[in-house]
């Protein structure tokens, strides 16, 4: 029979050992400057850090996860700011256009090695392009029933209906939303998603 303070010495064993062995299961979705490169329907990832010692997982975890399983390229560069993502795919960072992050809609302010995950989080990569107004919406789709509803979520995470939107079905002719909205009929094995001048294309939904 384990006496109280063996018992505890294997608790606090088993404790110390349990982070390096367990991943953060996060949503994942990678968005390149023509197509998705990782993620369409924002999958559930398990993330885990290279590191023991560099936990809790965060959302450069995340982009080399989504690496790992998608087999797409991506180069880090270290600044004095911290680790830069200045490439994913086949387009680097140049100028006003780079790599962006987001996480469950709005853009931290620090690099991706500094945002710590929690389960159930949403890691967004994207290629932007930046101008006066600053850096493009992102659009979010959601389905209820056979409607699906488009929003565009600013650097904060604040939405809005995404006005002159469409509806795409699979590759079919567009459907003209209005005020983000829509509802079509029967599309079977066929993934819809939304797009909008100027605004990074939409998760994709069944
Ligand atoms: C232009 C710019 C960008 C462009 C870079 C385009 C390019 N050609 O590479 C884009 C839009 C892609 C960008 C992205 C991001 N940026 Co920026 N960016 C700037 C800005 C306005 C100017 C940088 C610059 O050109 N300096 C002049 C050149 C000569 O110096 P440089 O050292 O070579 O600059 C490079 C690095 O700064 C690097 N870089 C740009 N942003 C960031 C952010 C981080 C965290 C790191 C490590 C490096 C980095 O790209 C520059 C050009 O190659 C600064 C604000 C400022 N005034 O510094 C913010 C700034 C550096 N960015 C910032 C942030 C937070 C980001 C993002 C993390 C935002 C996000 N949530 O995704 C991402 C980086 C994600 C990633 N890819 O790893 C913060 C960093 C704060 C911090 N303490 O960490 C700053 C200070 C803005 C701010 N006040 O919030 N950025």
Not at 102 to 107: D, M, R, T, Y
Not at 119 to 144: E, H, M, N
Not at 155 to 172: E, I
Request: charged share 15%.
């Amino acid at each position: 029979m384990f006496r109280p303070v063996a018992l505890l010495v294997a608790l606090a064993a088993a404790l110390l050992i349990v982070p390096s062995a367990v991943a953060v299961r996060v949503h994942v979705r990678v968005e390149g400057k023509t197509r998705t490169i990782f993620g369409a329907v924002d999958p559930i990832v398990d993330v885990t850090s290279p590191s023991a010692n560099a936990q809790p997982e965060n959302a450069l975890d995340a982009l080399e996860t989504a690496s790992t399983l998608g087999e797409f390229f991506y180069h880090v560069t270290q600044t004095g700011f911290g680790p830069y993502i200045d490439q994913v795919g086949r387009f680097p960072a140049a100028g006003q256009t780079g790599w962006v992050f987001k996480v469950n809609g709005a853009s931290p302010p620090v690099g991706a090695d500094q945002v710590k995950l929690n389960a159930g989080d949403s890691i967004l990569w994207y290629w932007a392009q930046f101008g006066v107004a600053g850096g493009p919406k992102t659009l979010a789709l959601r389905r209820s029933g056979r409607c699906y509803t488009a929003q565009t979520q600013d650097d904060a995470g604040k939405t809005t209906p995404a006005n002159g939107a469409t509806l795409r079905v699979g590759s079919r002719r567009g459907v003209a939303m209005s005020r983000g909205r829509a509802c079509i009929g029967a599309h079977r094995g066929l993934l819809v998603r939304a797009t909008l001048d100027g605004a990074v294309r939409s998760n994709a939904l069944p």
